[in-house]
């Protein structure tokens, strides 16, 4: 929805060294990029003007942009205390991941900030997923989602906080209380902190 100057583009694709052939490759990308978003019965939705390029399409038919919808969506249900609401928001936000965000665009300037945004966000929705799982009585069905978040991302504190209440939830005091134990070490040795409340 907003223009993107050719300069810009030029920058976030090849940062302080572009070929001498920047802007015709470009065109030629912007090129392609009509053809493969071409919307049978539509105008087009990659738009040049004075200032640049803009794509004028629906925010729902951009995964980022969509994703934040219904995230938003989500926080608003569980700020009502609709758990059930805010569970399938997030459940439909968190599916329209494929894999590591901008992975196909990595080497790209713009990419590894952008990336870092929305993986953050992306974590976010799974926390408050399970959020809103564990308010639903779901226990016993997050134990090996959030065993499999701590192992892949083991300084989170808050995975593992989820984790033990999961645990303690399901019956299993003694291996919430290992939980504790294991992050409390980690968190130690790994960032010289104690674990939060």
Same mark, same amino acid.
């Given at each position: ?15 302080g060294?572009? !070929? ?8 030629? *990308? &912007? ?18 003007? /004075?200032?640049? *390029?803009?794509? $004028?399409? +629906? !925010? ?15 926080? =608003? +249900?569980?700020?009502?205390? $609709? %758990? !059930? ?9 968190? @599916? ?17 900030? =952008? %990336? /870092?945004?929305?993986?953050? $966000?992306? #974590? =976010? ?6 959020? %809103?799982? #564990? ?9 090996s989602?959030?065993?499999? @978040?701590? +192992? ?6 808050r ?8 645990? *303690?939830r399901?019956?299993r005091? =003694?291996? +919430?209380?290992? &939980? ?6 980690? #968190? ?6 104690e !674990?939060?409340?």
């Amino acid at each position: 929805g907003h223009s993107v100057m050719m300069s810009e583009l030029i920058d976030d694709l090849w940062g302080g060294s572009p !070929p001498g052939s920047a802007g015709h490759t470009i065109e030629t *990308y &912007v090129s392609r990029l009509r053809r493969v978003l071409h919307l049978e019965g539509q105008p087009g939705v990659l738009v040049a003007n /004075r200032s640049g *390029y803009r794509l $004028d399409v +629906a !925010p729902e038919r951009v995964d980022a942009l969509h994703f934040g919808e219904l995230a938003a969506l989500s926080r =608003a +249900a569980l700020k009502r205390g $609709d %758990a !059930p609401t805010a569970a399938g928001f997030l459940s439909a936000a968190l @599916a329209l991941w494929r894999g590591a965000a901008l992975a196909d665009v990595r080497d790209s300037a713009f990419a590894p900030i =952008a %990336a /870092r945004r929305l993986e953050s $966000d992306r #974590l =976010a929705a799974f926390e408050s997923l399970i959020d %809103a799982r #564990l308010v639903l009585g779901q226990h016993r069905e997050v134990v090996s989602e959030l065993e499999r @978040a701590v +192992a892949l991302d083991p300084n989170r504190e808050r995975f593992h906080a989820q984790l033990m209440v999961a645990l *303690y939830r399901s019956g299993r005091q =003694a291996d +919430a209380l290992t &939980v504790f134990q294991e992050a409390r070490t980690r #968190l130690g040795e790994d960032l010289g902190l104690e !674990p939060g409340r």
